[in-house]
């Protein structure tokens, strides 16, 4: 009976050790798995770590790239306003532009008119120095045949010529008379060659003859027989005529002159109108 309760408890007691060894062994198997479980967890642990760094990080890089996206949003604006004045310089640029080429134009076009003036205003010049030299020579030429009337017209002259020329007409006389001339005929002819000898002497040449107070100082045959003829009181015939003769012409040369003077005025207010016109341009 005891062998048989000895069996019977040995065999519960195998039983029971094979019950607890299946149950340490499935112990063992949920620690297994729970090692695994646990690996898997620290696993998607780490994993969530890594993902978080990595949402930081790209949190970090956004937050950048956003401050970033401000920088250049006002970076944009900021260029949007150079632009926008550099648009508004450049319009005011070609308006300037286009006042510049008009005033180039009429600046061209009043260059090209100025050099038309000039050259003209340089033919008046030249115009009136050439009228001028030859006022000046007819003053001149005025002058000293005035001097020379006036000097024919002096009594020492003319009886130093009266004698002159009776000197001659006798000694032609005398040559003549050697020859058988008639006395009178001889007489004549040496009188009025010598006569016109004198007149082409005196007589006024070029424009200035034209002129009616030239045509009055003149030299003629009458006037000349006339001053040569003297009277017994010593006066000199129509010497009334050369004084109204040599007013006349002083008037006139003083007309010359003030209209020379007048042109030449003219010409220098153009003048200077024209430098204070390309100053002020």
Not at 52 to 68: D, F, K, P, Y
Not at 99 to 121: C, P, R, V
Not at 135 to 150: D, N, P, R, T
Request: glycine share 4%; charged share 30%.
């Amino acid at each position: 009976m005891r062998l048989e309760h000895t069996h019977r408890k040995k065999k519960r007691l195998e039983g029971r050790f094979n019950w607890q060894a299946d149950l340490l062994k499935e112990k063992d198997i949920d620690i297994a798995n729970l090692k695994v479980q646990l690996s898997l967890k620290e696993a998607e642990a780490a994993e969530a770590v890594r993902r978080r760094g990595q949402v930081a990080i790209a949190e970090a890089a956004e937050v950048a790239r956003a401050r970033e996206l401000e920088v250049l949003k006002e970076r944009n604006a900021v260029l949007e306003e150079q632009v926008a004045a550099i648009e508004s310089a450049t319009a005011s640029k070609d308006v300037k532009l286009a006042s510049l080429t008009a005033q180039t134009a009429k600046l061209t076009k009043y260059l090209s008119e100025l050099g038309l003036s000039y050259d003209e205003l340089s033919f008046k010049a030249s115009s009136l120095k050439a009228e001028r030299d030859g006022l000046v020579g007819q003053i001149l030429s005025h002058e000293v045949k005035l001097v020379v009337m006036k000097c024919l017209q002096s009594p020492g002259y003319l009886a130093a010529l009266r004698g002159v020329t009776g000197h001659v007409v006798d000694k032609g006389m005398q040559d003549r008379l050697a020859a058988d001339f008639p006395l009178h005929a001889q007489r004549r002819a040496h009188r009025e060659a010598s006569m016109v000898d004198i007149m082409d002497l005196l007589r006024l040449e070029g424009p200035a003859t034209k002129t009616l107070e030239a045509s009055r100082l003149q030299p003629s045959f009458e006037q000349l027989m006339l001053l040569i003829h003297w009277l017994e009181d010593q006066v000199v015939i129509r010497e009334t005529s050369l004084s109204f003769s040599l007013d006349v012409a002083h008037s006139r040369v003083q007309i010359l002159k003030r209209e020379a003077a007048s042109k030449r005025l003219s010409i220098s207010d153009d003048l200077v109108w024209l430098s204070r016109y390309l100053l002020r341009t």
